[in-house]
């Protein structure tokens, strides 16, 4: 494998469902993110870690956790999700957490009936 | 409220033409300038980045930054079928912790035939 893998890359989950997403990257990186995607909207950036530590929580709601144990993977875990919750989640990591030169996975595409 | 502003199209251009895509920013500390690639149902797509006012060209591509305009622009020559996509532009925020993208919400291009 090479790159960012996402798995699973399609999920339907009920509201009162638990359920998590997971990335791995390849590319010896430091940096991981988790990105939401709604349709027509901007790329809204959710957390971001370096080297395991969190060092962006974007006020995301506490229906969403991250979890980092080390460096190439990175988690979301879901829980009591809302339809609004729907989107693409796109997992990104790049070498430090200000290279901005990301890479992405391919996403994991949620929906929440 | 920090925001990148993309014209959301579609940009229809014909094949072999130009394409022209805008991009403005409200961040006047705002030191890097990045477009991603996202073909439908696909991750973004690094394809260019730009840290100077003026022209960057990589082959087919080339960027413009006027960081006293406050724009950054993506040129397409010779516009192909495969370069349909939705192009997002991505500006960092400067932060205290180092720069945080902001992406625009992109603008769908298509290349006809």
């Known amino acids: 494998e090479t790159g960012v893998t996402q798995t699973p890359r399609h999920l339907v989950m009920g509201m009162t469902n638990k359920k998590s997403l997971k990335c791995e990257q390849h590319?010896?990186?430091?940096?991981m993110y988790w990105y939401k995607q709604s349709a027509k909207k901007p790329l809204e950036l959710m957390f971001v870690?370096?080297?395991?530590?969190?060092?962006e929580n974007n006020s995301v709601p506490s229906r969403f956790s991250p979890e980092c144990p080390n460096s190439s993977h990175l988690f979301l875990h879901l829980h009591t999700l809302q339809p609004e919750d729907s989107a693409l989640y796109l997992c990104a990591s790049s070498l430090w957490d200000f290279d901005n030169e990301q890479f992405f996975g391919p996403g994991t595409r949620l929906t929440v009936l | 409220q920090k925001e990148v502003e993309q014209n959301s199209g579609p940009l229809s251009v014909p094949e072999g033409a130009i394409a022209s895509l805008n991009c403005t920013y409200s961040d006047r500390g705002s030191q890097s300038f990045f477009w991603y690639r996202q073909y439908s149902g696909k991750s973004p797509e690094l394809i260019m980045f730009i840290y100077s006012n003026g022209d960057k060209e990589d082959g087919r591509f080339t960027a413009q930054l006027n960081k006293a305009s406050q724009y950054v622009s993506l040129l397409i020559r010779d516009s192909q079928p495969s370069d349909s996509a939705t192009y997002l532009c991505?500006?960092?925020?400067?932060?205290?912790?180092?720069?945080?993208?902001?992406f625009g919400a992109g603008t769908q291009v298509v290349v006809t035939p």
């Open positions: 870690y370096n080297f395991k530590e969190q060092t």
């Open positions: 590319l010896g990186h430091n940096a």
């Open positions: 991505a500006v960092t925020a400067t932060t205290d912790s180092g720069g945080k993208l902001q």
